[in-house]
């Protein structure tokens, strides 16, 4: 049988500044004595994405022919081809019938858009 916490609700409450002031505190204890974080697998999965993508070496790209390509072959990947990224690519060609591929078109189109253009007239992608 559980045991209801209905008695005084507001003493087993933290607030999120005692909670983030305890994690601070048990995370420094763990790097003085050597003790890794546990991480689970998903939360690996992403950190290891979100490190090769900042580790993947900025190609240059002309800003207008990527935009063009986006705009029209977008659906299938041909601006992303054309920067170098296949398995991108081939993501959004696989799933160009989804609609997933368009939606990311439009987010690709308008992320590049304000990135600052070299004398040349490329981006880094």
Not at 119 to 125: A, L, P, Q, S
Request: charged share 30%.
């Amino acid at each position: 049988m559980s045991k209801k916490f209905d008695e005084n609700p507001e003493e087993k409450r933290v607030s999120m500044d005692e909670y983030m002031a305890a994690k601070s505190e048990l995370d420094e204890l763990r790097r003085q004595h050597g003790i890794a974080p546990k991480e689970g697998r998903l939360s690996r999965i992403v950190s290891n994405f979100f490190e090769r993508r900042d580790a993947r070496e900025k190609i240059p790209v002309n800003r207008k022919k990527f935009m063009l390509l986006a705009l029209f072959t977008g659906w299938v990947g041909g601006h992303r081809f054309y920067a170098h990224h296949y398995k991108v690519a081939v993501l959004y060609l696989l799933l160009c019938w989804t609609g997933f591929s368009v939606a990311m078109t439009i987010i690709d189109f308008v992320q590049f858009i304000p990135y600052p253009v070299d004398e040349n007239g490329d981006i880094y992608v």
